[in-house]
């Protein structure tokens, strides 16, 4: 059963560990026994953003501690798991295109509502689910 839904802060304060006090606080409320937090997606995308532009971290060290994030607490949390398995990979292997173009793309697939209509070239040569409109 959900209990409660978390905002992007505490994923980047349980992540980033600032203060230390923080995030053993974060760790500790995440991690109680019959707890389930809702992650949703629009908070991951708000994250990555974070992470990127204020802690100045590659998209790698993004990935890398999402998921590890994510996997440490699998048990507490209910996510998108399309995310660490497919759109974050995908997401560090194409470094033109945005975390939030990547996740449309994939939306639009497993939606089977593709392609994507887009103006935007670099995700249509880029994405599969893309196609541009000409």
């Known amino acids: 059963m959900l209990s409660d839904s978390l905002d992007?802060?505490?994923i980047i304060?349980?992540?980033?560990?600032s203060?230390?006090?923080?995030?053993?606080k974060i760790w500790k409320f995440l991690s109680t026994a019959g707890t389930t937090h809702r992650v949703f997606d629009l908070a991951v995308s708000e994250v990555v953003y974070v992470l990127d532009t204020f802690y100045e971290q590659t998209r790698r060290e993004i990935a890398e501690n999402l998921t590890l994030f994510f996997e440490q607490l699998e048990e507490y949390l209910d996510y998108n798991h399309t995310i660490t398995k497919m759109i974050l990979p995908f997401w560090v292997e194409h470094p033109s295109l945005s975390f939030?173009?990547?996740?449309?793309?994939?939306?639009?697939e497993f939606?089977?509502?593709e392609p994507i209509i887009t103006l935007d070239k670099k995700l249509a040569s880029q994405?599969?689910?893309?196609?541009l409109l000409i």
């Open 8 to 10: 992007a802060n505490i």
């Open 19 to 24: 203060p230390s006090c923080q995030r053993e």
């Open 111 to 113: 939606e089977n509502v």
């Open 100 to 108: 939030n173009d990547c996740c449309l793309g994939f939306y639009a």
């Open 13 to 17: 304060h349980g992540i980033v560990g």
């Open 127 to 131: 994405h599969p689910s893309a196609k």
